[in-house]
């Protein structure tokens, strides 16, 4: 079965042929660590994890190599640092900012489901010339003005686009066009208005490095092609990401990497996932739909986050509601039930979730197909349901008892559920003195909440009421 991913930078589907198949590549663009990572940030995490463990299923765990950076030199840490922590010496401040936020997102990302990368570098240690000769952006940043690719003006390094005759494939824009395009003032140090910063000098209360152009910092774009030139070579074979890195940010390491070493291409695969926004909103601060993981973390497991996010096929939007986290619950609750008493050794992952991921990574189809397996499992097929436990496994989901039930009954909207309860035993209270109209006023007061009410009879035949939300 053929592995078929589609590939950004050729706009096409095509078959995965890696550049040494005992050595598969995939870079990931990491998160810069200055506050709680919001549920955007984890989409591109839980895609790549998935893409990761079928890379290992294919090609042997200790055949695939997965680098993803962490940012922790960037303008919005320091200003972070100065924030939080302004009787502390600069450095010492952003220490504790990168350090705080990267523990954040480890805790948050390991709930989801993730598992940690082959490698996740620092930026802030790529920076200068290193004692192991791995890939730095100090020597990179040399390399492309030996090849007259950069050049220096106004206190910074900024790589020349125009001495790339082929800059702006990836996201499909053109210089000209750039220019033509351009409405404010060409900032005057620059020869194109397409240029960016390789190196940047930093004042006295600024992080910075000593560097053949004074003490400054780097530019974000060259951090990732210093550091994934130091793990997985000049060409790999994946670069992933979300869609909002395209420009400028994946354009710019593709022409600082294939510039700096003279290679026709920087990685074969190019791969993003798309947007998610919250309740038909784009998620924003100003608007207050902006929700962290650890918010989410705070009100569901991990798991039922994970399994919402592989619902959408990763290159479409995501509109992330509460309806869809309580679906995601609901299925998984499902498989838990299902898979509760049955071996996983009895089990395999299953050949047509398999053939899903296979297709482009179709996560939406293999949540088709679990729900196919969970039928059969339901319908007494001891096989099948051992099939769902290793596949789900397989897929990072450890079905462990978490108590779906009542997490869903307490997250049904914002419905008081003690009020509710409370509710329903003087309905039953009423009943069983034969007070009809009292109990019939009490259904019409849950139904006006928006509760449904369902009589039904428990194990030893007692009369119970259970009660869900109105759709
Ligand atoms: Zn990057």
Known sequence: MDLRL??????EKRPFVPLDPNNVRMYVCGPTVY???????????????????????????????????????????????????????????????????????????????????????????????????????????????????????????????????DYGMLSGRKLEEQQAGVRIAVEAHKKNPADFVLWKQSSANEPGWESPWGRGRP????????????????????????????????????????????????????????????????????????????ELLYDWPGEVLRFQMLMTHYRSPIDWTRHATEQAAVALDGFLHITRSV???????????????????????????????????????????????????????????VGLQDILRHQKSDIDSSRVDALILDRAVARARKDFKESDRIRDELAGMGVVLKDGKDANGKPVTTWEIAR
């Open 6 to 11: 589609y590939d950004t930078l050729t706009r």
């Open 35 to 165: 506050d709680f990572a919001h549920i955007g940030n984890a989409r591109p995490v839980i895609v790549f994890d998935v893409l990761f463990r079928l890379l290992r299923h294919r090609y042997g765990a200790d055949h695939v190599t997965y680098v993803r950076n962490i940012t922790d030199v960037e303008d919005k840490i320091n200003a972070r640092a100065v924030r939080d922590f302004p009787d502390l010496p600069l450095n010492e401040a952003i220490r504790h900012v990168t350090e705080k936020t990267a523990a954040q997102f480890h805790a948050d990302v390991e709930a989801l489901g993730c598992l940690p990368p082959t490698f996740e570098p620092r930026a802030t240690e790529f920076v200068l010339p290193r004692a192991d000769g791995k890939a730095d952006m100090v020597t990179l940043i040399g390399q492309l003005l030996a090849r007259g690719h950069a050049y220096e003006a106004g206190g910074e390094v900024l790589f020349d686009t125009a001495s790339m005759p």
């Open 219 to 294: 530019g974000w774009h060259i951090e990732c092609s210093a550091m994934s030139a130091a793990y997985l070579g000049d060409v790999f074979d994946i670069h992933g990401g979300g869609l909002d890195l395209i420009f400028p940010h994946h354009e710019n390491e593709i022409a600082q990497s294939r510039c700096a070493h003279g290679t026709p291409t920087m990685a074969n695969y190019w791969m993003h996932n798309g947007f998610l926004q919250v309740e038909g909103d784009k998620m924003s601060k100003s608007t207050g739909n902006f929700v962290t993981i650890r």
């Open 343 to 401: 071996d996983i050794e009895d089990g395999n992952i299953s050949p047509d979730v398999l053939a899903a991921l296979s297709d482009d990574l179709n996560t939406s189809q293999v949540v088709v197909q679990l729900h196919a397996l969970a039928a059969r499992g339901r319908a007494g097929d001891y096989q099948a349901a051992c099939d769902l436990k290793a596949t789900c496994n397989f897929l990072g989901f450890g079905l462990k008892e």
